[in-house]
């Protein structure tokens, strides 16, 4: 019984280190799917606000809002033969307590992709 009481905190924050290495691993590569489609519309000739919305629409992992896209260049400024590149980041909220004391929370999770305009 001491033998648990003294194993089980580390285990459980062994556990919950993880469970949040696994929602960051899958939550970059969603929004790395999510800015590779986003960047798919840039180059077929979409306005930048279809892009967002579409990214919004297509991130179903937390809050759509928390989202940052960047596109350069502007839908105004892209011509064909050129290059559209979609950023894309989201905060995401860590439960593993003692990990805020040496990793910042949220970690701010970054995709990019860049595609030539038709």
Known sequence: MVEMALI?????LL????????????STSHLHLASQEAVRLGG?????EQIEEFAKDYFKLGDPSLLQ????PTDDMRESGE????????????????????IPNPV???ADSTIRVE
């Not at 896209?69 to 350069?72: A, G, M, P, S």
């Not at 290059?83 to 040496?102: A, C, G, M, R, W």
């Open 83 to 102: 290059y559209v590149k979609v950023s894309i980041d989201y905060p995401l909220e860590l439960i593993t307590p003692i990990l805020n004391q040496f």
């Open 69 to 72: 896209i960047e596109i350069t």
């Open 8 to 12: 089980l905190p580390i285990l459980l």
């Open 44 to 48: 077929l000739g979409k306005t930048d």
């Open 108 to 110: 701010t999770i970054h």
């Open 15 to 26: 556990l919950a280190g993880v469970i949040d290495l696994g929602r960051v691993l899958f």
